[in-house]
């Protein structure tokens, strides 16, 4: 039985990544049928629209895809395509495992871990967001429910209890931002309450950040608000040897969509040199979301093993090998 899922391939190296990653998937069997959407810079230059309804149509009746990287212009009042994405979705939950591979830059063995963020309320909201007329003063409001952060901590323990997992750390500030970071804080305890079973620790953020650093082992699952999500999950991709290695996925009830989390790096954009496994990770985060599990670990082992052999490696791995010349050695491990 195939499945159907949008596929988005992107601005940048973009197309290269995902060409790299349907490849894979092919090869891997997983009984998938494309449907390509267009998003981002070329869609903005055929249909005058970053996100045409199209595309979001697509998403809607597939539920699920899968997304390369994509370009919002600077300025000219163009909202960032992610951030529409997930509240046109509701996609509340961005999950971002953080996991060691051998034959990286990392300076850290053994972390695995995840980061399981709020997608679509805090900070990023920006609400009420005005400059003063004599340009001295800025200000942007945050607003955080109870619902959103009890989905959130609640997503976070189900997906402790459903992988394994024993831990989970709310990370907060409402030792200072006593209103926001306070409700979150106290919902995750009413929460944590349910889930005996499962180790429940709170840590303020900047502890949290200086622990990842010295003692990343300590973690499992870390759940917080949206812009310390952000600049946690990044910090913890530092830990695993960079963007190249992090994929992530924005879950919603009514659909899902997973991506590769670095950037579009226009500066090597064309030349077939861009590292494709955090798309391919990605797809592995989906392949678990579709109830294809054995798949996903199949192609975690394979990526494990092509970065054991230094097979291909791109560039950045330390190798001199080809965006699609490494997709082929992770599929002959698959």
């Known amino acids: 039985m195939t499945q159907k899922i949008t596929v988005i391939r992107g601005d940048g190296i973009g197309p290269e990544i995902m060409d790299a990653t349907l490849y894979v998937l092919d090869q891997l069997g997983a009984g998938l049928e494309y449907e390509f959407a267009e998003a981002g810079v070329?869609?903005?230059?055929?249909?005058?629209?970053?996100?045409?309804?199209?595309?979001?149509?697509?998403?809607a009746r597939n539920t699920v895809a899968l997304k390369s990287p994509l370009s919002t212009p600077i300025g000219g009042g163009?909202?960032?395509?992610?951030?529409?994405?997930?509240?046109?979705?509701?996609?509340?939950?961005?999950?971002?495992?953080?996991?060691?591979?051998?034959?990286?830059?990392?300076?850290?063995?053994?972390?695995?871990?995840?980061t399981v963020r709020e997608n679509t309320e805090g900070a990023y909201l920006a609400e009420g967001q005005e400059?003063?007329?004599?340009?001295?003063?800025?200000?942007?409001?945050?607003?955080i429910t109870r619902k959103g952060s009890e989905r959130i901590v609640r997503y976070a323990f189900e997906l402790a209890r459903s992988t394994g997992r024993k831990k989970v750390t709310a990370?907060?500030?409402?030792?200072?931002?006593?209103?926001?970071?306070?409700?979150?804080?106290?919902?995750?305890?009413?929460?944590?309450?349910?889930?005996?079973?499962?180790?429940?620790?709170?840590?303020?953020?900047?502890?949290a950040c200086m622990q990842l650093v010295m003692r990343p082992e300590q973690f499992d699952i870390l759940v917080t608000t949206n812009l310390f999500g952000d600049i946690i999950s990044d910090l913890c991709a530092g830990l695993v040897g960079g963007l190249g290695l992090a994929p992530g996925a924005n879950i919603g009830e009514h659909a899902a969509i997973f991506e590769a989390v670095h950037g579009t790096a226009p500066d090597i954009a064309g030349k077939g040199i861009a590292n494709p496994c955090a798309l391919l990770l990605a797809?592995?985060?989906?392949?678990?979301h579709i109830g294809q599990p054995q798949n996903a670990e199949r192609l975690r082992k394979a990526i494990v093993a092509t970065l054991e052999a230094k097979d291909s490696l791109t560039?950045?791995?330390?190798?001199?090998?080809?965006?699609?010349?490494?997709?082929?050695?992770?599929?002959?491990?698959?």
């Open 42 to 59: 070329a869609a903005l230059e055929k249909h005058g629209d970053l996100m045409p309804k199209e595309t979001l149509d697509s998403i």
């Open 78 to 114: 163009f909202t960032s395509i992610n951030v529409s994405l997930r509240r046109h979705f509701d996609l509340y939950a961005n999950v971002r495992p953080a996991i060691s591979f051998p034959n990286t830059k990392s300076r850290y063995e053994n972390i695995n871990l995840i």
């Open 131 to 143: 400059v003063s007329a004599d340009g001295e003063t800025a200000i942007s409001g945050t607003r």
């Open 171 to 207: 990370v907060h500030k409402a030792n200072i931002i006593k209103s926001t970071s306070g409700l979150f804080l106290a919902v995750a305890r009413e929460v944590a309450a349910k889930y005996p079973d499962i180790e429940f620790q709170e840590m303020i953020v900047d502890n």
């Open 283 to 288: 797809a592995a985060q989906m392949l678990d």
């Open 315 to 334: 560039g950045d791995l330390g190798g001199s090998g080809t965006t699609m010349g490494f997709a082929q050695a992770i599929a002959t491990r698959l």
